[in-house]
């Protein structure tokens, strides 16, 4: 079992920067590196769609094309966190941001239905 709480949403100007963060708690017999990580985002009447995943060593990232060179994942496995630094923020950048553990391949990280564990979501408001 895996428990994982995201924080750091808010209310920005456009421009700005948020940093958000997710803490996994496990169970005994599990380790953090036992999971591929990502950030999703969904707003209202959309689907949930992938911002960012990182490997379990860090070796592989991949960011959705809309935030290429503004958004920056990362992981510390000591601390059993991954966070996602968001800079040069942009309106439609505004969602409900969800942080995600998968245990499988890790050419499942683009699919919202293989990962096992998710948060409860952080708001993040980008205003004009």
């Known amino acids: 079992q895996v428990q994982l709480v995201e924080s750091g949403g808010g209310l920005v100007q456009a421009g700005g920067s948020l940093r958000l963060s997710c803490a996994a708690s496990?169970?005994?017999?599990?380790?953090?590196?036992?999971?591929?990580m990502a950030w999703f985002r969904q707003v209202p009447g959309k689907d949930r769609e992938l911002v960012a995943a990182i490997s379990w060593h860090s070796n592989i990232i991949q960011y959705a094309d809309s935030v290429k060179a503004r958004f920056r994942i990362s992981r510390d496995n000591v601390q059993n966190t991954v966070t996602l630094q968001m800079n040069s923020l942009k309106p439609e950048d505004t969602a409900v941001y969800y942080c995600?553990?998968?245990?499988?391949?890790?050419?499942?990280?683009?699919?919202?239905?293989?990962?096992?564990?998710w948060g409860q979501g952080t708001q993040v408001t980008v205003s004009s």
């Open positions: 995600g553990a998968n245990s499988k391949n890790w050419y499942t990280y683009r699919l919202e239905r293989e990962y096992d564990y």
């Open positions: 496990l169970s005994s017999g599990r380790t953090f590196t036992d999971y591929h």
